[in-house]
């Protein structure tokens, strides 16, 4: 299988368009990333990044490896970021279950790795994202 925005595309499109601007907003105050695609950053940039982040990778991601993706993301972002992978779960395994339905159409997205109860892994990672957000973003007034 192969991502379309893979490494030789990233880097084909990396070279036509540039560096990728700053867009730096100060409404993004934590981020949690699942089953991510790194290739479009340097490790530069991500070293750079200034708000908490928590990276899920998935143990049989066959489209963003994870040796070149999520583990490469954690270890180049800050110090302080949190790296979890995901035992037994695929690329698609972090989206919801679909319907009965909607899984016939979905293909690939709607099959899971041996193993992984997609509904109970959403409960722990979930809770888990709580947590996180809860620790990271201080209490005080929304906008």
């Given at each position: ?87 037994r779960a695929g690329h698609f395994s972090f989206v919801a279950r679909y319907p009965r339905i909607?899984?016939?159409?979905a293909g690939d997205a709607a099959q899971d790795p041996p193993g992984l109860d997609r509904d ?24």
């Amino acid at each position: 299988k192969f991502c379309s925005f893979g490494g030789a595309a990233t880097r084909e499109a990396t070279r036509k368009l540039g560096d990728i601007p700053d867009v730096h907003d100060s409404r993004v105050r934590a981020i949690v990333l699942m089953a991510p695609n790194a290739a479009p950053f340097t490790d530069g940039v991500l070293a750079r990044v200034t708000v908490p982040v928590r990276v899920y990778g998935a143990e049989h991601d066959d489209l963003t490896l994870v040796r070149y993706h999520a583990e490469r993301l954690a270890k180049a972002l800050p110090p302080q970021t949190e790296y979890v992978l995901v035992p037994r779960a695929g690329h698609f395994s972090f989206v919801a279950r679909y319907p009965r339905i909607l899984a016939l159409l979905a293909g690939d997205a709607a099959q899971d790795p041996p193993g992984l109860d997609r509904d109970a892994m959403h409960e722990v990672v979930n809770s888990e994202i709580i947590g996180f957000f809860d620790r990271k973003l201080p209490p005080g007034p929304t906008r």
